[in-house]
Nanobody, 116 residues
């Protein structure tokens, strides 16, 4: 079982930047990718992007392409989400997860609020 812990959320002005972190612990040999998701109040959880754990291939939702970037540090078992040019519609709770057959082992989430 993998445990995930997100951090780095906060309040930022529109156009600003934030970096989120997701630290993985526990059994780390049974997933092939880590990903970021977000959920705004009253909305369904939305895919943000992901990175393959071995080769570092990234994928992004269209809504964040060109503004967000995902990286990883395998030595620290950590994935990062760099968020630039933030917009009010990016306000949400951000979660990380790992993928084996499907996404799971969700973290508790970290709140990102973008003030316009």
């Amino acid at each position: 079982q993998v445990q995930l812990q997100e951090s780095g959320g906060g309040l930022v002005q529109a156009g600003g930047s934030l970096r989120l972190s997701c630290v993985a612990s526990g059994r780390l040999d049974n997933f092939n990718a880590m990903g970021w998701f977000r959920q705004a109040p009253g909305q369904e959880r939305q895919y943000v992007g992901s990175i393959t754990w071995r080769r570092g291939y990234t994928d992004y939702a269209d809504s964040v392409k060109g503004r967000f970037a995902i990286s990883k540090d395998n030595a620290k078992n950590t994935m990062y989400l760099y968020m630039n040019n933030l917009r009010s519609e990016d306000t949400a709770t951000y979660f990380c997860a790992v993928r084996n057959m499907d996404w799971g082992s969700w973290g508790q989430g970290t709140q990102v609020t973008v003030a316009s």
